[in-house]
């Protein structure tokens, strides 16, 4: 029983590590969910489970008891969530126990926004049984606060994308601009399985950037144009403009050095049985690639990054953000 309500992660479609430096990106949600059961029980603790990564534990006042897993690990990973159902008690005016299940479809680690989708989701569920009318953008506000633990400042991309879901335009300073794309987005996302740090990979950009700054200016200068001309080919479906300009986006990234030798194998076996452009998404240095493909070409595609050793699934947009699955 209890209130479950689900969460979509995201792809960064175009232009990560330029909207480091003030450029926009694209990112888009998929329909991979976290899902988070939410109930209430008779005594004050704030139980999590987590099934895929096999760690429970509850908080009692602000002391944490593991009862299943690394101890250090699950309170790293249920930190966020119990910051956002501390707020969501506060904003209730309750002091109710909970047990918090979580479900996750979505790779952990990857760059694919595992740890907002779960926020969003708990936040959303917890919301609703504690009787709050609580709006999306107070998903987001809250989903944003809670993400500042785990990464000091972020962006707001991925609290954005898995509150809102659909596709969105990102830029410091500008914020979020929701793009009304019609078609199905068939993707193929390729997990290499090689453990990275987004804080090293963005370091890397930098020392380029530090270093040769008359040449990464106009590579920035580029990246800002395949969004612009990437914003069209989306709202006007245009695929195939689409796949070349994400060629060209993987072709300024792998020059300021944040490609590896893991995404190129899968990148290259993608191009090869016919995706129509690939790249890798998010920080890079390991973690995971895309390509864009035709529906017939999904299964194709997917065999191939497989046999080059990748970990493939099939992913597609999903215009819908945070959800209520049950009450
Ligand atoms: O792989 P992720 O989801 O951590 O994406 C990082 C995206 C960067 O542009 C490299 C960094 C950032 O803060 O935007």
Not at 64 to 89: C, N, S, T, Y
Not at 176 to 195: H, N
Not at 199 to 224: G, H, L, S
């Amino acid at each position: 029983m209890g209130v479950v309500a689900s969460a979509p992660a995201k792809v960064i479609l175009f232009g990560e590590h330029f909207v480091v430096y003030g450029e926009p990106a694209i990112v888009l949600a998929i329909d991979r969910r976290a899902y988070a059961t939410a109930e209430e029980r008779s005594d004050g603790k704030t139980c999590f489970h987590s099934t895929e990564l096999g760690l429970e534990g509850y908080y009692e006042g602000d002391s944490f008891k593991v009862k299943q897993g690394d101890a250090k690990e699950a309170k790293i990973r249920f930190e966020p969530a119990r910051m956002a159902v501390d707020k969501i008690k506060q904003k209730a005016g309750k002091t109710t126990g909970l047990n918090i299940e979580i479900n996750s479809t979505v790779p952990v680690g990857a760059g694919l926004g595992s740890s907002a989708a779960v926020v969003a989701s708990v936040t959303a569920a917890v919301g609703t049984l504690l009787n709050l009318n609580i709006s999306k953008e107070e998903i987001f506000r809250i989903s944003l606060e809670a993400e500042k633990i785990v990464h000091g400042t972020p962006s707001g991309i991925d609290p954005a994308i898995s509150t809102f879901g659909g596709t969105l335009v990102y830029q410091t300073g500008t914020g979020f601009r929701p793009l009304q794309v019609k078609s199905d987005i068939p993707l193929v996302i390729g997990d290499t399985g090689v453990e990275r740090s987004t804080r090293r990979q963005v370091e890397k950009v930098k020392d380029f950037v530090d270093r040769y700054p008359r040449i990464t200016e106009p590579i920035m200068r580029a990246a800002n144009e395949i969004v612009n001309q990437a914003t069209e080919a989306l709202v006007s479906s245009d695929l195939p403009t689409l796949g070349e300009l994400m060629n060209l986006n993987h072709a300024l990234l792998y020059g300021l050095t944040v490609s590896d030798e893991s995404l190129e194998w899968l990148i290259n076996a993608a191009r090869k049985s016919g995706a129509l452009g690939a790249k890798l998404t998010g920080a890079g240095g390991g973690g995971c690639m895309i390509a864009l493909t035709t529906n017939e070409k999904l299964r194709h595609v997917a065999d191939a990054i497989q046999r080059a050793g990748g970990k493939p699934f099939e992913a597609k947009k999903t215009d819908e953000g945070v959800r209520i699955e049950r009450k």
